[in-house]
């Protein structure tokens, strides 16, 4: 099987703050934290610790009044124990919540401003507008809830937004998107410190699949779907990789085997060609981008590396059944 995830070598454990503030929506941390506790029985280990904080160290309420939110400490005073931070979302349901809920957390966004480099800064949904505030997505890339997609994109330009991604990792940033993103992003992060066959037994208990309804053809390149963590690393390659230059010895190359070794694995592991599942990598990143919007199809062509806006209108009708026309008809967001 292969082996090139970047798993973390044993050491001291991984200690990550879980960042409350006024009117955050707690939940994902508290499911997070459950996740890392069953990590750590599960390996026997602490792989990871984690330290519930506020900026200032004072209780704080939840959102949609919810109950008194205690920490365990201030961030100004722990931030050099860190290795990463985690912010929860937060409710926002229009441009005009957004700027009030940015003006309302400045001392959170002058804390993560002010924070060391060192300390990697994590978030998931309506939680990463307060990192893009506070300059440290600037010429990264990143990925947040669909429906802000305009708001962003205007807000903040200096960040390589990738909506149509559901994890992007940009070194010591890590974003996802959905109010459940947390989950594909420890997902992500527990497959670098644990073994695959204990990661998998705490998915299987812990880990529940993405609520919304998609088209079954993406159905195997659905990254919370993954069990395997070197198949995970191959799809968030293939996210980055545009269509054009999506070949099996790149992706071969990508995760240092040769081209026939990597197709048997594909085929045992998704039942699909390894040409195959790429290009649905692809297409499930078209079909994202379809369900938000208007967005032309020449444009998505264009941004995902397909060599042509038929090319692509070919595939993905093949793919699916359904042209993208009929496709952004039928599981459009919010409809």
């Known amino acids: 099987m292969p082996s090139s995830i970047r798993r973390t070598a044993a050491g001291p454990p991984f200690t990550l703050g879980l960042l409350l503030f006024e009117g955050c929506m707690p939940a994902g941390l508290f499911a997070v934290a459950d996740l890392l506790r069953a990590a750590n029985l599960r390996a026997g280990r602490e792989l990871m610790r984690w330290r519930w904080l506020t900026v200032d160290g004072r209780p704080v309420n939840g959102s ?3 109950p008194t939110l205690t920490p365990e400490g201030a961030l100004v005073d722990s931030a050099d124990e860190l290795d990463a931070l985690l912010l929860p979302g937060l409710w926002v349901s229009s441009l005009e919540g957004l700027q009030q809920t940015l003006q309302a957390r400045r001392p959170e966004i002058a804390a993560l401003r002010a924070l060391p480099t060192r300390c990697a ?18 010429g990264r890339a990143a990925t947040a809830t669909w ?29 996802a998107a959905g109010a459940n993103g ?3 992003l420890m997902l992500d992060q527990l497959a670098r410190r644990m073994e695959s066959e204990s990661l998998r037994e705490v998915q299987e208990v812990l880990m529940l699949p993405q609520p919304r309804q998609r088209h079954s053809a993406f159905a195997a390149v659905s990254l919370m779907a ?28 990508a995760l240092s085997l040769s081209p026939r070794t990597l197709s048997r694995h594909v085929q045992a592991a998704t039942g699909l060609p390894a040409a195959s599942w790429l290009r649905r990598v692809k297409l499930r990143q078209v079909a994202e ?28 009708k093949q793919t699916t059944g359904l042209t993208p026309q009929g496709y952004r008809g039928q599981y459009r967001q919010g409809a």
Do not use: I
């Open 64 to 66: 949609q009044g919810g």
């Open 289 to 316: 981008r379809l369900s938000r919007g208007p967005e032309p199809l020449k444009r998505l062509a264009e941004d995902l590396g397909f060599s042509t806006e038929a090319a692509l209108h070919r595939m993905f």
């Open 147 to 175: 429906w802000l997609a305009p708001q962003l994109q205007a807000l903040f330009p200096q960040v390589a937004w990738q909506f149509d991604e559901a994890l992007v990792d940009s070194d010591s940033t890590v974003t």
């Open 226 to 253: 993954l069990r395997e963590p070197w198949l995970r690393e191959l799809l968030l390659w293939a996210q980055r990789t545009p269509a054009m230059a999506l070949t099996v010895p790149a992706a071969a190359a």
């Open 121 to 138: 800064l994590w978030s998931y949904c309506a939680g990463v507008p307060l990192l893009a505030a506070s300059g440290r997505l600037n």
């Open 182 to 184: 947390y989950l594909a």
